[in-house]
Structure formats: structure tokens, C-alpha cells
């Protein structure tokens, strides 16, 4: 491989044979290497293929000011995440997980610590991504040698829910605090602590993410019909569930400027029914 562009002793970029370039990274890799020169293919660590032009610039930027190692560690963590998530996350995480890891750890040794806004509703909206951001903190200390605070765990969690999204931070903020919201709404309307461990809160809290989603990007899911017979029906089956489902159609209106449709409203009061009777779904 030819070398295109000298980042730092440990980056460049090449060029492969399709014409894509590629990042590529390695302890001590450009060391007295100009544009044009063999890089030693033995020394490679990493090689970034990036789709997105903005997301290749972004690395590349950022790995020209930061030492390797803190690549090398998010790289564990994020192939942790993956495995642990079954899917590939967006290659933003990259970049946003690198540059977190690095601020956070500069905090840290300044003796500045941000407290985490949201921790109890990511630690328990985000249970798989909050465990890794646990794990993700033995790894920065294990190769970092700096311990970080639990609130780094949900932080952390973030970065990963925000790359499954393949959307901004300020949605995913957004999104759990509707939920959050939205959760409140149910507990104080019946006066009950939800349990958190059962398969019906599970689901209420899958879809109250995707909700979420639809009530900031503006997307409803529209009546099927004008008049559902299925929504009279369970308003009248279930009344104190249909009346939450309609605060929290007063919530979207007032808060967000979103009106619910109907069939979203017999959505919300058949899983705030099973969730606060902790009934097992059929289906």
C-alpha cells in the first residue's frame, strides 16, 4: 500500500484499487514516510473504510489529534458493542465514541466531572447499552489506565443508542426524554411503580422509543379508517387506559405541536393496559 497523505507518525491514508481511500492506522506506521512511499503492511492495526465522505474527513481530523491508543480502545469497545448487539453500528460512533472517551478522560484528570442528566432513565431504558458502557469502562482502564465515573456509563450508553439510530445526539436526548415523560404520565395516572423487569414493559418501552422517533420527525401512523370500531371498542374495554393514552396525547400537543391519530391512541391504550396489569401479551 502507497501512501496518499501523512496524518501523523501512526495514520495515513492510501488509496485501494477500487479508487476509495482508506485510513489506515498503526504504532509507528508513517515514521519518517512521505506521500508516495510503502507503508510496512505488517504494522497495520486498523484500516477505517468509510462510506461517508463527511464521516471519513471527521476521522481523519480527529485521528491527527489524538494518540492512538484512545482509537485502539474505543475500536475494542465498539467491536464489544457490535458482538454484544448482534448488528453493526453507524460509523459515526467512531468518531463520536473517540472524541468522548478522550474529553472525558481530559475532565477526568482536570478533576471536572459532568453529571449525566438523564443516568436512571438510560440505565434503565438503555439495560444492553448501559451494561456495555460498564464493560467499556474496564476497558479504558485495563488499556487508558484511568478509572471514569458510573455517569460515563450512560454516556457511553448514548454514543452506542445514537449509533443504532444512525441519527444526532439531540434526537436520541430528545427521544428519551419523551419516554421518560411519557412513563411518568402512566405512573401518575394509575399511582403505581411499573415493573421494570416484565415482557410488558419491555414492549411498552420498544415502542414508546419508536413513538418518540415519530413525534419528533413529525411521521404518524395513519387511521386505517374513519371510524374504527376497534378503537370505540377498546376505549370502552379499557376506560382509565384510553384516558392516559389521551394525556399523552395532550403532552405531543402541547409540548411537541403533535396531534395523535386515533389508530395511535388504541397502540398506546392497549400497551398501557398490559403494562400497568402486567398482563403477558398473546400474540
Known amino acids: 500500500m502507497k501512501i496518499e497523505k501523512v496524518l501523523n507518525n501512526n495514520v495515513v491514508t492510501v488509496i485501494d484499487p477500487g479508487g476509495n481511500e482508506l485510513v489506515v492506522m498503526g504504532r509507528g506506521i ?8 510503502s507503508i510496512d503492511e505488517s504494522l497495520v492495526e486498523k484500516i477505517f473504510s468509510l462510506e461517508s465522505k463527511e464521516v471519513s474527513q471527521k476521522l481523519k481530523t480527529l485521528l491527527s489529534d489524538i494518540p492512538v491508543e484512545y482509537v485502539e480502545c474505543s475500536d475494542e ?19 463520536s465514541l473517540t472524541d ?5 478522560i481530559d475532565r477526568h484528570r482536570q478533576g471536572l466531572q459532568i453529571r449525566n442528566a438523564l443516568f436512571w432513565e438510560i440505565k434503565r ?5 448501559y451494561a456495555i458502557g460498564l464493560k467499556a469502562l474496564q476497558i479504558i482502564e485495563e488499556t487508558l489506565g484511568v478509572l471514569l465515573p458510573e455517569d460515563e456509563c450512560a454516556f457511553i450508553a448514548m454514543h452506542l443508542v445514537n449509533a ?13 426524554n419523551i419516554v421518560k415523560d411519557i412513563l411518568n404520565i ?34 404518524a401512523i395513519e387511521d386505517k ?31 411537541y405541536n403533535r396531534v395523535l391519530s386515533k389508530e395511535e391512541i388504541l397502540y398506546l391504550t392497549i400497551h398501557i393496559e398490559r403494562v400497568v396489569r402486567n398482563e403477558q401479551p398473546t400474540e
Open 30 to 37: 508513517a515514521f519518517k514516510k512521505h506521500a508516495g512511499e
Open 100 to 104: 468522548h472517551i478522550h474529553f472525558a
Open 186 to 219: 402512566v405512573r401518575r395516572s394509575f399511582v403505581i411503580e411499573l415493573d421494570e423487569d416484565s415482557l410488558s414493559y419491555y414492549r411498552f418501552l420498544t415502542h414508546l422509543k419508536f413513538f418518540a422517533q415519530r413525534v419528533l420527525q413529525g411521521t
Open 225 to 255: 379508517e374513519e371510524d374504527n370500531p376497534l378503537h370505540d371498542l377498546v376505549s370502552k374495554q379499557y376506560p382509565e387506559a384510553y384516558a392516559c393514552a389521551v394525556k399523552i396525547n395532550d403532552y405531543t400537543r402541547k409540548i
Open 77 to 95: 469497545i465498539i467491536r464489544y458493542a457490535e458482538t454484544v448487539l448482534g448488528e453493526r453500528l453507524h460509523e459515526s460512533i467512531y468518531i
Open 164 to 176: 443504532q439510530m444512525n441519527g444526532e445526539m439531540r434526537e436520541t436526548i430528545s427521544i428519551t
Open 125 to 129: 431504558m438503555y439495560r444492553k447499552e
